[in-house]
């Protein structure tokens, strides 16, 4: 099994939720007692969040690239970033490295393509929403991308930060993003992708009148896949 590294801690609750489906996908893969080899580098999510809101790129690149660094000398084989956001400076990192890097964006861009879905809605934070590094794997696709009405926005942003990252879980808020989802919907998305890592410990298929896309299964499985890959 190939040790995987996963830059962490943007925020802990979805860094953990990664630690609990990596070993759980060994497992149902393996059995028996085994369990994910993993090396996780958790940053301190202040400093990369600054970094955000004053849309200072390379000072996160500069923290993420360090981050990477210290997982390669540790003898990581392959490295994924679990934060949908902080991808805005994935090329910086993957760049830097001569290992293999997990684009979230790309791997959930090619299972909606595979589900033969042609446009799909986005839930994601402000930035993600608002960039193009998350939706251009999409576009190179053939997909359209459909985002929430831009007065809903600014609240899907909070609920991420405010209350998920932070592992705070609201009825108030799953109904909120229902309706938001069905407005996607409406407008023909096909699908949802869930572009928060933190969105899948709000929500579940049945919260959603289209198939919902968890970028944190998906990144998931493609680690999983790469790990346990013979040769």
Not at 118 to 138: C, I, K, N, Q
Not at 148 to 172: C, F, H, N, T, W
Not at 192 to 203: K, N
């Amino acid at each position: 099994m190939r040790l995987l590294g996963v830059l962490g801690g943007m925020g802990w609750s979805a860094t953990a939720e990664y630690y609990r489906r990596l070993n759980e996908g060994v497992e149902a893969r393996l059995g028996g007692l085994h369990s994910a080899r993993v090396l996780i580098h958790s940053v301190d999510f202040q400093a990369v969040d600054d970094a955000d809101e004053s849309g200072d790129w390379d000072a996160m690149a500069d923290i993420l690239v360090e981050a990477a660094r210290s997982l390669r000398a540790g003898g990581a084989e392959g490295i994924l970033l679990a934060a949908n956001t902080m991808h805005a400076v994935a090329d910086r990192i993957s760049a830097d490295l001569d290992i293999p890097f997990f684009h979230i964006a790309e791997a959930t861009a090619e299972r909606v393509a595979g589900a033969h879905q042609r446009r799909v809605g986005l839930l994601a934070t402000a930035t993600t929403m608002g960039g193009d590094f998350y939706t251009t794997p999409f576009e190179r696709r053939g997909i359209d991308v459909v985002l929430p009405d831009p007065a809903d926005r600014p609240e899907v942003d909070r609920m991420i930060y405010e209350e998920l990252v932070p592992g705070i879980i609201k009825d108030s808020s799953r109904k909120e993003l229902r309706r938001i989802m069905q407005g996607m919907a409406d407008r023909g998305a096909e699908g949802v992708v869930l572009a928060g890592t933190e969105l899948g410990l709000l929500l579940e298929e049945d919260d959603c009148p289209v198939p919902l896309h968890d970028t944190t299964a998906v990144h998931v499985d493609e680690a999983l896949t790469w790990m346990l890959a013979e040769g």
